[in-house]
């Protein structure tokens, strides 16, 4: 049974930094794309970042030099290093698996989905 499981969320100030991590468990991780998306309230999902098991990264513009997306094949995990954060930056984040080669961003592609984990953002 595949599961990704979503940590590290919370409440932060505008400004501030937090850590997102996705574990994998039950697929052989390095064949998957593991991509973090997002969603607010009354708005749509929508693509955050994007790593292949080389550590090839691709990001949506509202988040390019703030955000970094990487991962830990032995671990199995991702992780999504949120900087300088903003109020629309609040959402809920979902970690999602694409087994390669995916075409990204729609979410149809995509295997497996985690539960999501919360980020509060206060002004």
């Known amino acids: 049974q595949v599961q990704l499981v979503e940590s590290g969320g919370g409440l932060v100030q505008a400004g501030g930094s937090l850590r997102l991590s996705c574990a994998a468990s039950g697929l052989t991780f390095n064949l998957y794309a593991m991509d973090w998306f997002r969603q607010a309230p009354g708005k749509e999902r929508e693509f955050v970042a994007g790593?292949?098991?080389?550590?090839?990264?691709t990001y949506a513009d509202s988040v390019k030099g703030r955000f970094t997306i990487s991962r830990d094949n032995a671990k199995s995990t991702v992780y999504l290093q949120m900087n300088s954060l903003k109020s629309e930056d609040a959402a809920v984040y979902y970690c999602?698996?694409?087994?390669?080669?995916?075409?990204?961003?729609?979410?149809?592609?995509?295997?497996?989905w985690g539960r999501g984990a919360q980020v509060a953002v206060s002004s």
């Open positions: 790593i292949n098991w080389s550590g090839g990264t």
């Open positions: 999602a698996a694409g087994r390669f080669p995916i075409i990204r961003r729609r979410e149809e592609n995509y295997d497996y």
